[in-house]
């Protein structure tokens, strides 16, 4: 069973001269413990597509139903709470709240879901271990390098069990070993744990370790592959 | 945990927010100094003038304010006398009768206002013994009487000499008396000085044949920040014919020349404050622009907006609060060593003061009012400034901020 359904989703930008179609009817389904790289060059769609899949960015028109959930049928605060519940979330750069620990960071969403200190303490202790920062859980930020800075962006969209983590670009920042780092946890996590991903890239060697491609040109899908 | 995360955002930028800290810093000391001040001044300005003379209520026959004459003066009821000593915030209570009356040597005639008192009870209240600058103060029963140092010396008499008095008593009988004088009164105030003529209410009411009665009670309370519970007090059990009439409706000038002052001090530390809640709205405004791509994170992995703009409205209030409490760390100290030393003054400004029976000093007050208020504008400015992150969360786009 398909955990996302996207149903000929657009997104039309009317500034311009001509509206740019930035997503052009996308049809699209991810299954549970999916790895999937969304590839293309860059102004293909792939952030509105996230975005829009994600309920950061409204969809001109089309929909993205996620576990029955017509998601952007919800009202503001209601799609905050969805996403809250429902969607880990790693950007490309500046995840972190600056003047937290990076323990901070991640118990931060997992208060927000109300969950019990004890339930806190033991998650987050775990989730960033696992992401080799067992050492640094109380550093700030700007204690980190940029590799780790995603590593507990990763240990975050994991805090608050969600269905699937959307991550744009986020080895874009990174240098080559850091980018291999994010990209062995994010693989373990996903094999290990069955932890959906879908992250946008547009690198070759993240795009190598995928196991579904989907090729984004002009907001529109130009091929899915599965390995 | 907003209120951690708001303590800790509050000091990423450590000099901006002094400088905030340190604009309502000084606003809150300038304004608690002006109005502690103000107040302080003030509330002796009224102390002094209601210990002058009038008190700070007076219990009269309902007729007598708007028509001082001995026809509208009262007899006292032991009942209403225990209505008046039962309100335990009364500290003193005396009775006075005044009249006109013509004071006269062998050739030289003049009006003269004549006050009937209890002596040690009217010392008690007004010192008038204090003014007594020849001759002695007088006693019970004592036939003789005090008279102004002007008066005096316009019919040129001395103590020991004998005083005339001719008038016309209660229900206008003839009234005339001869009065030894007792001593001479040097009042600060001139007027005061031509017209005085003080003697025992007994025989004030003898001479004006009017046994018994009294033109008004005088009710003293410890201060004027006591004066109105006891003045409602008093107005709920005393009722016709008896009028009861505080310091303020009986000084109506004084009332007006505080609060015209008060007025220009209030503009001062509104204009102060208004500066003030525009520096604050300035490092509000740019601590919200610097953060957007933060809130537009915070808002995408699941943070209400709400607890957004609670977060930022938290640190308004630390400047606010820190502001405040610095503030009044500074003043009070001041305030303190003011209160016990007020500043005394010097020249036009004493002499007028002099003259009006106020002793020239510049008096501060420690009244919790002086401070709190400062802490409620600094509350309502702060507020107010929270709305603009308040509005600014509401109408985050985040998809937007998340590319800034
Ligand atoms: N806010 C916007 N207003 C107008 N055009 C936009 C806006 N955001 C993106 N676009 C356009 O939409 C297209 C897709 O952009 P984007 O989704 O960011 O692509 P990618 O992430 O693949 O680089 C581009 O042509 C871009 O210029
Ligand atoms: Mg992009």
Same mark, same amino acid.
């Given at each position: 069973?398909?955990?996302?359904k996207?149903?000929? *989703?657009s997104?039309?930008?009317?500034?311009?001269?001509?509206p740019?179609?930035?997503?052009?009817g996308?049809?699209?389904?991810?299954?549970q413990?999916?790895?999937?790289a969304?590839?293309?060059?860059?102004?293909?769609?792939k952030?509105?597509?996230l975005n829009a899949?994600?309920?950061l960015?409204?969809?001109?028109?089309?929909?993205?139903?996620?576990?029955d959930?017509d998601?952007?049928? *919800?009202s503001? =605060?209601?799609?905050?709470?969805? =996403?809250?519940?429902?969607i880990?979330?790693?950007?490309?750069?500046?995840?972190l709240?600056?003047?937290?620990?990076?323990?901070?960071?991640?118990?931060?969403?997992?208060?927000?879901?109300g969950r019990?200190?004890?339930?806190?303490?033991?998650?987050?202790?775990?989730?960033?271990?696992?992401?080799?920062?067992g050492?640094?859980?109380?550093?700030?930020?700007?204690? *980190?390098?940029?590799?780790?800075?995603?590593?507990?962006?990763?240990?975050?969209?994991?805090?608050?069990?969600?269905?699937?983590?959307?991550?744009?670009?986020?080895?874009?920042?990174?240098d080559s070993?850091?980018?291999?780092?994010?990209?062995?946890i994010?693989?373990?996590l996903n094999?290990?744990?069955?932890?959906?991903?879908?992250?946008?890239?547009?690198?070759? =060697?993240v795009?190598?370790?995928a196991?579904?491609?989907v090729t984004?040109?002009?907001?529109?899908i *130009?091929?899915?592959? =599965?390995? | 945990m907003?209120?951690?995360?708001?303590?800790r955002n509050?000091?990423?930028?450590?000099?901006?927010?002094?400088?905030?800290?340190?604009?309502?810093?000084?606003?809150?000391? /300038?304004?608690?100094?002006?109005s502690?001040?103000?107040?302080?001044?003030?509330?002796?300005?009224?102390?002094?003038?209601?210990?002058?003379y009038?008190g700070?209520?007076?219990?009269?026959?309902?007729?007598?304010?708007?028509?001082?004459?001995?026809?509208?003066?009262?007899?006292?009821?032991? %009942? @209403? /006398?225990?209505?008046?000593?039962?309100?335990?915030?009364?500290?003193?209570?005396?009775?006075?009768?005044?009249?006109f009356?013509?004071?006269?040597s062998?050739?030289?005639? +003049?009006?003269?206002?004549v006050?009937?008192?209890?002596?040690?009870?009217?010392?008690?209240?007004t010192?008038?013994?204090?003014?007594?600058?020849?001759?002695?103060f007088?006693?019970?029963?004592?036939?003789?009487?005090?008279?102004?140092?002007?008066?005096?010396?316009?019919?040129?008499?001395?103590?020991?000499?004998?005083?005339?008095l001719?008038?016309?008593?209660?229900?206008?009988?003839?009234?005339?008396?001869?009065?030894?004088?007792?001593?001479?009164?040097?009042f600060?105030?001139p007027?005061?000085?031509?017209?005085?003529?003080?003697?025992?209410?007994k025989?004030?009411?003898?001479?004006?044949?009017?046994?018994?009665?009294?033109?008004? @009670?005088?009710?003293?309370?410890?201060?004027?920040? !006591?004066?109105?519970? %006891?003045f409602?007090?008093? +107005?709920?059990?005393?009722?016709?014919?008896?009028?009861? @009439?505080?310091?303020?409706? #009986?000084?109506?000038?004084?009332?007006?020349l505080? !609060?015209?002052?008060?007025?220009?001090?209030?503009?001062?530390?509104a204009?102060?404050y208004?500066l003030?809640?525009?520096?604050?709205?300035?490092?509000?405004? #740019?601590?919200?622009?610097?953060?957007?791509?933060?809130m537009?994170? #915070?808002v995408a992995i699941?943070m209400? +907006?709400?607890?957004?703009?609670?977060?930022?409205?938290?640190?308004t209030v630390?400047?606010?609060i820190?502001? %405040?409490?610095?503030?009044f760390?500074?003043?009070?100290?001041?305030?303190?060593?003011?209160?016990?030393?007020?500043i005394? @003054?010097?020249?036009?400004?004493?002499?007028?003061?002099?003259?009006?029976?106020?002793?020239?000093y510049?008096?501060f007050?420690?009244?919790?009012?002086?401070?709190?208020?400062?802490a409620?504008?600094?509350?309502?400015?702060?507020?107010?400034?929270a709305?603009?992150p308040?509005f600014?969360?509401? +109408?985050?786009?985040?998809?937007?901020?998340l590319?800034?």
């Amino acid at each position: 069973m398909s955990i996302i359904k996207v149903n000929k *989703l657009s997104k039309i930008y009317d500034g311009a001269e001509i509206p740019v179609r930035a997503v052009d009817g996308v049809d699209l389904a991810f299954e549970q413990g999916e790895f999937t790289a969304v590839v293309g060059p860059s102004g293909s769609g792939k952030t509105t597509f996230l975005n829009a899949v994600g309920g950061l960015d409204r969809p001109t028109s089309g929909e993205v139903i996620i576990d029955d959930v017509d998601i952007w049928q *919800l009202s503001g =605060r209601k799609l905050i709470d969805f =996403r809250l519940h429902n969607i880990g979330f790693v950007f490309q750069a500046y995840n972190l709240i600056p003047v937290m620990t990076a323990k901070e960071n991640v118990e931060f969403i997992m208060e927000l879901q109300g969950r019990s200190k004890e339930e806190r303490f033991d998650r987050t202790k775990s989730l960033l271990e696992a992401v080799g920062l067992g050492e640094r859980l109380n550093s700030r930020p700007n204690k *980190l390098s940029g590799g780790q800075q995603q590593r507990v962006a990763v240990a975050r969209a994991l805090a608050s069990k969600p269905k699937f983590i959307l991550a744009d670009e986020p080895t874009a920042n990174l240098d080559s070993k850091s980018t291999e780092t994010l990209l062995d946890i994010m693989e373990t996590l996903n094999k290990e744990e069955n932890i959906t991903f879908i992250f946008s890239t547009h690198d070759a =060697r993240v795009m190598k370790k995928a196991r579904r491609i989907v090729t984004m040109e002009d907001g529109k899908i *130009l091929s899915d592959e =599965r390995k | 945990m907003n209120i951690i995360l708001a303590w800790r955002n509050l000091w990423r930028n450590k000099r901006r927010t002094l400088i905030t800290v340190a604009s309502v810093f000084f606003g809150v000391l /300038l304004s608690t100094i002006i109005s502690s001040m103000q107040e302080g001044s003030y509330s002796s300005m009224v102390d002094n003038v209601v210990k002058f003379y009038s008190g700070y209520i007076q219990v009269q026959n309902e007729e007598y304010w708007d028509n001082k004459t001995l026809n509208n003066s009262m007899e006292p009821s032991q %009942v @209403l /006398l225990d209505q008046v000593t039962s309100v335990k915030e009364v500290t003193h209570v005396t009775s006075r009768l005044e009249s006109f009356a013509l004071a006269s040597s062998h050739t030289i005639t +003049k009006g003269a206002m004549v006050s009937g008192v209890v002596p040690d009870k009217e010392n008690e209240i007004t010192q008038l013994k204090k003014w007594v600058v020849e001759g002695s103060f007088f006693s019970e029963n004592d036939q003789g009487v005090l008279v102004g140092s002007e008066l005096a010396k316009y019919l040129k008499m001395g103590v020991g000499d004998t005083l005339v008095l001719l008038g016309s008593g209660y229900h206008g009988v003839s009234a005339a008396g001869k009065f030894p004088i007792r001593g001479i009164l040097n009042f600060p105030n001139p007027e005061l000085n031509k017209q005085s003529v003080y003697m025992d209410l007994k025989v004030c009411q003898e001479f004006f044949s009017a046994d018994n009665l009294v033109s008004s @009670l005088i009710v003293m309370v410890k201060d004027q920040y !006591d004066m109105p519970a %006891v003045f409602k007090k008093l +107005k709920a059990k005393i009722s016709a014919p008896y009028a009861v @009439l505080s310091w303020d409706e #009986m000084q109506p000038e004084l009332v007006q020349l505080i !609060d015209s002052d008060r007025a220009g001090g209030q503009v001062m530390i509104a204009v102060l404050y208004i500066l003030i809640g525009f520096g604050i709205f300035s490092t509000i405004m #740019m601590l919200v622009a610097e953060r957007t791509r933060e809130m537009g994170v #915070m808002v995408a992995i699941g943070m209400q +907006k709400s607890k957004l703009a609670i977060t930022m409205f938290l640190e308004t209030v630390y400047i606010g609060i820190i502001g %405040v409490l610095a503030g009044f760390a500074g003043s009070i100290p001041i305030i303190i060593y003011f209160y016990n030393n007020p500043i005394s @003054l010097q020249g036009g400004a004493a002499a007028a003061m002099t003259e009006m029976g106020i002793e020239p000093y510049m008096y501060f007050t420690l009244q919790p009012s002086v401070f709190y208020r400062q802490a409620i504008i600094v509350f309502a400015i702060t507020s107010v400034v929270a709305l603009y992150p308040l509005f600014m969360s509401a +109408k985050l786009k985040v998809n937007q901020a998340l590319k800034a």
